[in-house]
T-cell receptor, first 117, second 112 residues
């Protein structure tokens, strides 16, 4: 079964540094997402991306965050200047078609654990 | 209005027992209610989902009950097994919407 893959599995960075988290969504999916989960708590929506642009973003997704789909397979999340509170598990997800919600669930990767020191 | 409230926060059930997790929502524009299961070190994975025009959906030992008038839905795990020990998230998405909103999660532990 096709799956969403994320790299790296764990990233340690110093406060103020830039990080890029990488994801390869399922190949025929059209909608791409980043979610964040702090210490096994709530899964929080960050951003959705469709047709090469951001379709929706949360209040967490401020100017320090950006997303990009640089080619036909990768989807990245960049944090420009990391803060301690950015430490979390970041999950990439993809979906085939949002018009048919019932038949098109989110497929998640296994996440990147980001630790900011 | 965009929230999905989930309870309990944690649950301990004896093997063979029934696990029940409850969720409530406010926004009547939600039209898709999935449940996700998450094991440690893994991403959430779809377990079962329901539309609001259906009152119950059953897949194996897992059943969603949906009460549209009360704006509540619940997950029942029959004959709970130690392998069901995981975190469960209810969620909701608006018709044609981009984002899925998650509840706070329930940590289930099934004692052998």
């Amino acid at each position: 079964e096709p799956e969403v893959t994320q790299t790296p599995s764990h990233q340690v960075t110093q406060m103020g540094q830039e990080v890029i988290l990488r994801c390869v969504p399922i190949s025929n999916h059209l909608y791409f997402y980043w979610y964040r989960q702090i210490l096994g708590q709530k899964v929080e929506f960050l951003v959705s991306f469709y047709n090469n642009e951001i379709s929706e973003k949360s209040e967490i997704f401020d100017d320090q965050f950006s997303v990009e789909r640089p080619d036909g397979s990768n989807f990245t999340l960049k944090i420009r200047s990391t803060k301690l509170e950015d430490s979390a598990m970041y999950f990439c997800a993809s979906m085939w078609d949002r018009r048919s919600s019932y038949n098109s669930p989110l497929h998640f990767g296994n996440g990147t654990r980001l630790t900011v020191t | 209005q965009q929230q999905v409230k989930q309870s309990p926060q944690s649950l301990i059930v004896q093997k063979g027992g029934i696990s029940i997790i409850n969720c409530a929502y406010e926004n009547t524009a939600f039209d898709y209610f999935p449940w996700y299961q998450q094991f440690p070190g893994k991403g959430p994975a779809l377990l079962i989902a329901i539309r609001p025009d259906v009152s119950e959906k059953k897949e194996g030992r897992f059943t969603i009950s949906f009460n549209k008038s009360a704006k509540q839905f619940s997950l029942h795990i029959m004959d709970s097994q130690p392998g069901d020990s995981a975190t469960y998230f209810c969620a909701a998405r608006m018709a044609g919407g981009f984002k899925t909103i998650f509840g706070a999660g329930t940590r289930l532990f099934v004692k052998a």
